[in-house]
């Protein structure tokens, strides 16, 4: 019988019984009734986190993926073992995805450090799950590698190239004004998603995978592989080879995910032009190491930061165009001079390194520009504060109307989803184009856990009329595949207090994206007299207060914390 000293595999973190050789001598009889050798139960074990549902469409590829891995795992000398955690599939939860994101990452952060393994790969891809798998790894402290499901395909409409979710949007738009029938957004409905993978475009399934490579936690090259391509299971099988070698070495996440390879993931974020999301999940990924992100340092690299990917939602090109562009290596080869060289990756290689190797690599311009020739000078995201964001609210301004940067408005309000949903397209609703569409009471401590429900849609009788964009506001969220000049997670929110809640009907609110500010122009006096008389409209932190709900709703951050949970996150 193998020596309980040995640390390794199936020896690891033994079942009590008060024996450990009683322990070790069970835990071996049970494995073999699964048919595994003994020569297989004396290797190194490969943890699988494999998070397949059927309640998860983005992730129907991923039995063939963990065959993959299996594959790399047991040439390079170990055992693989997959095991299941939550999956999260973004538009099949209720009432959002992130308000499960921090039960994932506990699961996956508690399966890693409670099962016998000396290295995990973690697969995942649907918007919150990768970041919750890196949050649960970077506080479980085993080696760990993040295998990404990659984006779709584009399919085809008529004579239009479509891909999930921004061309959904497009089209809603049009049904909602008018220009195309039932009949019409019926068809379509079968042509937006229509294979395996995450959204085709920079949402924020593709942002988040991108700075999975970005931070040094997925094999250089991988970030973009469209789901479907042979490229994908090779990538598979190299993350399995990969990990039994960090597993060897010891290289756990802390020594990848660093202060400096975190703001290297802020500068290709800012470069993507990436999902508005991400601020919120790389802010919760580092607040595991204890590093905190700064909204005043995110606007000081945007200030420094070129656009330089032409993309949906904000540019004309998908994810699988990308790809065949030379994805996020292009990305970090042009933003060189910006970058922290020395942070190692999972490959084994730092950064720089990295970088040296593919020198002369081919890049389409046409779809991601060079650094002396950017789309845009300066990045696609910004934070916002003044008197109606004290701690901050973020902006896309690559999504955004320029025309609408500078400017003053009057607040029509809404005081929650509801409210929303019974009168924004009431023919009798008071508003104009150059009013500000204020959402209320849609924050993380809010019933509605902070939903994608920022992108407000357009008034519906001034949809009809042709309008297109206007200033929105509010302390929700919205998806990465969606745009518009929406200014989002304004901390604090509504709900606990915030200077949003006081917002009312026929208020004067100031935008400058220019000297980065949102101001509520209101006198103090009325703001403390509004805030003596409560709120408008109750809104409970939560309608339950049982089981996850009671958790959820004590123990979420704010915004700018990244939405985690207090008691997850590392102390500074």
């Known amino acids: 019988?193998?020596?309980?000293?040995?640390?390794?595999?199936?020896?690891?973190?033994?079942?009590?019984?008060?024996?450990?050789?009683?322990?070790?001598?069970?835990?071996?009889?049970f494995a073999k009734s699964m048919g595994y050798s003994n020569e297989l139960l004396a290797r190194p074990i490969i943890g699988i986190a494999n998070t397949y549902s059927g309640f998860n469409n983005c992730h129907r590829h991923f039995p063939e993926l963990v065959d993959a891995v299996k594959r790399g795992v047991l040439t390079a000398g170990a055992l693989p073992l997959e095991f299941p955690t939550t999956s999260l599939g973004e538009v099949f939860l209720s009432p959002t995805s992130l308000k499960f994101r921090n039960l994932m990452s506990m699961d996956t952060e508690e399966m890693i450090r409670a099962q016998p393994m000396d290295g995990v790969v973690l697969i995942g891809g649907c918007d919150k799950t990768v970041p919750a798998q890196l949050m649960g790894a970077a506080s479980a402290a085993k080696p760990a590698l993040q295998l990404v499901a990659g984006p779709m395909m584009t399919s085809r409409y008529k004579d239009e190239r479509l891909g999930a979710c921004t061309d959904c949007r497009r089209f809603w738009a049009d049904y909602r004004a008018g220009r195309i029938d039932s009949n019409e957004i019926g068809e379509i409905e079968g042509r937006l998603a229509t294979t395996a993978g995450t959204c085709a475009v920079m949402g924020t399934a593709s942002t988040m995978a991108c700075l999975a490579e970005a931070l040094g936690m997925t094999l250089p090259g991988t970030a973009a592989i469209p789901a479907v391509h042979a490229d994908r299971l090779r990538a598979a099988e190299a993350s399995g080879a990969a990990a039994v070698r960090l597993a060897s070495e010891g290289i756990t996440p802390d020594k990848i995910i660093t202060r400096d390879s975190v703001e290297n993931a802020m500068r290709v974020l800012l470069a993507l032009s990436g999902s508005t999301n991400a601020v919120i999940h790389l802010t919760a990924i580092a607040g595991r190491l204890g590093i905190?992100?700064?909204?005043?340092?995110?606007?000081?690299l945007s200030n420094t930061t070129p656009v330089l990917v032409n993309l949906k939602p904000v540019g004309e090109h998908y994810m699988e165009d990308f790809f065949a562009a030379g994805g996020i290596g292009a990305v970090l080869r042009e933003l060189k001079p910006l970058l922290n060289l020395d942070c190692l990756t999972v490959s084994g290689q730092t950064v720089g390194e990295r970088l040296d190797a593919a020198a002369g690599a081919y890049v389409d311009r046409k779809v991601i520009a060079s650094f002396d020739d950017p789309i845009e000078a300066q990045g696609g995201l910004i934070a916002l504060f003044g008197s109606l964001a004290p701690d901050g609210a973020i902006f896309k301004r690559a999504a955004a109307s320029s025309e609408l940067f500078e400017r003053q408005g009057r607040a029509v309000v809404f005081s929650s989803l509801a409210d929303l949903s019974e009168r924004i397209d009431d023919p009798d609703l008071d508003v104009t184009p150059d009013d500000f569409l204020i959402l209320q009471n849609a924050g993380p401590k809010s019933p509605s856990g902070m939903p994608e429900a920022g992108y407000l849609p357009i008034p519906g009788k001034l949809a009809r009329a042709g309008v297109k964009d206007m200033v929105r506001i509010s302390d929700a969220r919205m998806s990465g595949t969606?745009?518009?000049?929406?200014?989002?997670?304004?901390?604090?929110?509504?709900?606990?207090?915030?200077?949003?809640?006081?917002?009312?009907?026929?208020?004067?609110?100031?935008?400058?994206?220019?000297?980065?500010?949102?101001?509520?122009?209101?006198?103090?006096?009325?703001?403390?007299?509004?805030?003596a008389e409560g709120p408008e409209t109750s809104t409970p932190a939560s309608e339950s207060k049982r089981g996850y709900d009671w958790l959820y709703a004590n123990h979420v951050l704010q915004a700018d914390d990244g939405c985690d949970f207090n008691f997850l996150k590392a102390d500074k």
């Not at 020896?11 to 071996?28: A, V």
């Not at 700064?294 to 606007?299: A, D, K, M, T």
Request: glycine share 10%; aromatic share 4%.
């Open 1 to 29: 019988m193998t020596s309980k000293t040995e640390d390794q595999g199936l020896n690891r973190g033994l079942t009590n019984y008060g024996d450990p050789d009683f322990s070790i001598y069970l835990r071996r009889s």
């Open 292 to 300: 905190s992100i700064s909204l005043e340092r995110l606007n000081e």
């Open 482 to 531: 969606a745009y518009g000049t929406i200014i989002l997670h304004v901390s604090p929110e509504a709900s606990v207090g915030g200077p949003l809640g006081l917002v009312r009907n026929g208020d004067q609110i100031l935008l400058s994206v220019a000297g980065r500010r949102l101001d509520l122009l209101v006198e103090d006096d009325e703001l403390a007299r509004r805030r």
